[in-house]
């Protein structure tokens, strides 16, 4: 079966330096991996897509970058944080079907909560 | 692009009560649509998905049903419980062929059950 996860769980970071999340799938191959940011009492933004390895689409202007160096590894860094990246971040991955269209279903981590101070 | 309007919360409710959350949205084509739950301090899990105009999806007592007439996908669950105190998302997938199955998250519902 396939299993996401990622981690830290929690982290708590001063404002301007640097992070990084990761997330790995197991179970799967070649899935789409997305990153989404959950502020606190607001909806889910969707952060970066990817479709392949070094395949990245950024979906907002912002001082977070991501990569996929692996197949089944996604990763969120930024090099030096603002108090406004505060919130929960949740990897997603979906089943990468033929002709590009998406099924539309996620399947979550269990999310990193990052506080900036 | 794709938007959602969901019902506003927090919704709080006795138990066994009945619930509903309105859901609306605008879409490219005919896009699947989805009900995802979110218990407190997790991720993101699937509720319910509907992939057609007129599919009735349901689980763990929640149902909801694509009504393309009204491009609306309410959930609706006859006597809600405390296990089911969760944030509750509506969201369509992009079928607009370049969009990699990306979905559009809606607000958010916070629904708390009382005993």
């Known amino acids: 079966s396939q299993t996401i996860h990622q981690w830290p769980a929690t982290l708590v970071q001063p404002v301007g330096s640097p992070l990084s999340l990761e997330c790995t799938v197991e179970?799967?191959?070649?899935?789409?991996l997305y990153w989404y940011r959950q502020a606190a009492g607001r909806g889910l933004q969707l952060l970066f897509y990817s479709v392949g390895i070094g395949q990245i689409s950024s979906e907002v202007p912002q001082n977070l970058s991501a990569s996929r160096p692996q197949d089944r590894q996604f990763i969120l860094s930024s090099k030096k944080l603002l108090l406004s990246d505060s919130g929960f971040y949740l990897c997603a991955w979906s089943v990468a079907p033929a002709g590009g269209l998406g099924t539309g279903e996620l399947f979550f981590g269990e999310g990193s909560r990052l506080t900036v101070l | 692009g794709d938007s959602v309007t969901q019902m506003e919360g927090p919704v709080t409710l006795s138990e066994e009560a009945f619930l509903t959350i309105n859901c609306t949205y605008t879409a490219t084509g005919y896009p699947s649509l989805f009900w995802y739950v979110q218990y407190p301090g997790e991720g993101l899990q699937l509720l319910l998905k509907a992939t057609k105009a007129d599919d009735k999806g349901s689980n763990k007592g929640f149902e909801a049903t694509y009504r393309k007439e009204t491009t609306s996908f309410h959930l609706e669950k006859g006597s809600v419980q405390v296990s089911d105190s969760a944030v509750y998302f509506c969201a369509p997938s992009d079928q607009s062929g370049t969009s990699y199955g990306k979905l559009t998250f809606g607000q958010g519902t916070i629904l708390t059950v009382h005993p």
């Open positions: 179970g799967t191959s070649n899935p789409n």
